[in-house]
């Protein structure tokens, strides 16, 4: 359901239910340039070439322009430089609207290669601008996001402290963001701090979930297992004098776990299942799962390890 109400040619149109805002077109474009006539092939016709642009075509008395126009620029902002934004007074510059057939406000016209391609008119969901932005120029990452990914990319190339550091900022601005959070745990679990890495996933809100952060947390799971098993050589060599010796395979596997060594406690595991599958109520199989699980579905080694375990178990 739409109101309308006439007004120096121009009708205004607001949608029912829209936000609200009480800041001023003017004050509230910042470093949005306004287009005129004379600037409008350059800025509108010739930008548009390069990437999408969106023209907000609004008038100083339009109360509706005046709500538009924040959640319209924190759309724009969100998209990270995909569209801009331009703005366009109907009053000072009535030929382009009245040749796109413009007759209420507020209106915007998204222009890309030259051409008038997308629009809307009158107050819509920010959500709704979103989606009219992604259509445009497909889905964009948020700023802590890309924080995220960058730290990730980090993190595998081996600068943990790094990442660390980002995934931290990161939580200071959303501390509910469970990548950053699962991030965080895992970084400090890489850099030794058990204590560090149980008080990030303890301070997680509680109504946190998601797969990275059940692997954060059986990772932590893990590495307490593996805290206090020391040297592997005595422990090789009771396999070596008895292959049967599941608890010291078992010890091992971890041990193997905690120095990187994923393949080989995979293999550790695998030979018990293979020996003796209800050793210790199926303790290798569901030691298997939780290792997959910590480091995630993609990792080799739990590829690996799934192939390995289904052919025993499925033999």
Request: hydrophobic share 50%; proline share 5%; glycine share 8%.
């Amino acid at each position: 359901m739409t109101q309308t109400a006439s007004f120096q040619g121009f009708s205004t149109v607001s949608a029912t239910g829209s936000a609200s805002g009480t800041a001023s077109v003017a004050a509230a474009t910042g470093g949005i340039r306004d287009v005129t006539t004379a600037t409008f092939r350059q800025e509108v016709m010739a930008e548009s070439m390069k990437q999408p642009v969106l023209v907000d075509f609004w008038a100083p008395w339009c109360g509706p322009c005046k709500q538009l126009a924040p959640i319209l620029e924190r759309a724009v902002a969100a998209a990270g430089g995909k569209v801009k934004l331009v703005k366009m007074n109907v009053d000072e510059n009535p030929e382009i609207p009245g040749q796109l057939g413009i007759q209420s406000i507020p209106a915007v016209i998204a222009f890309s290669k030259g051409q008038p391609v997308d629009g809307f008119v009158g107050n819509v969901q920010e959500s709704q601008i979103a989606a009219f932005i992604a259509r445009l120029a497909g889905p964009t990452v948020s700023p802590l996001q890309e924080a995220v990914d960058e730290a990730a990319a980090l993190a595998a190339a081996g600068d943990v402290e790094s990442a660390a550091e980002i995934y931290a900022a990161v939580l200071e601005r959303d501390p509910a963001l469970v990548a950053a959070i699962a991030g965080l745990a895992q970084a400090r679990l890489a850099l030794g701090d058990r204590d560090g890495a149980r008080d990030v996933l303890a301070a997680a809100p509680a109504e946190a979930a998601g797969p990275e952060l059940a692997a954060a947390r059986a990772a932590l799971d893990l590495a307490d297992q593996t805290a206090q098993l020391g040297d592997t050589a005595e422990l090789e060599r009771r396999i070596a004098a008895d292959p049967a010796d599941h608890q010291s395979r078992f010890d091992l596997a971890l041990a193997e776990a905690a120095r990187g060594r994923k393949l080989e406690a995979v293999g550790h595991l695998i030979e018990i299942v293979r020996r003796e599958r209800g050793w210790n109520e199926e303790a290798a199989r569901k030691q298997l799962l939780q290792m997959f699980e910590a480091w995630g579905p993609m990792d080799e080694a739990s590829i690996q390890g799934r192939r390995r375990l289904s052919a025993v178990l499925f033999a």
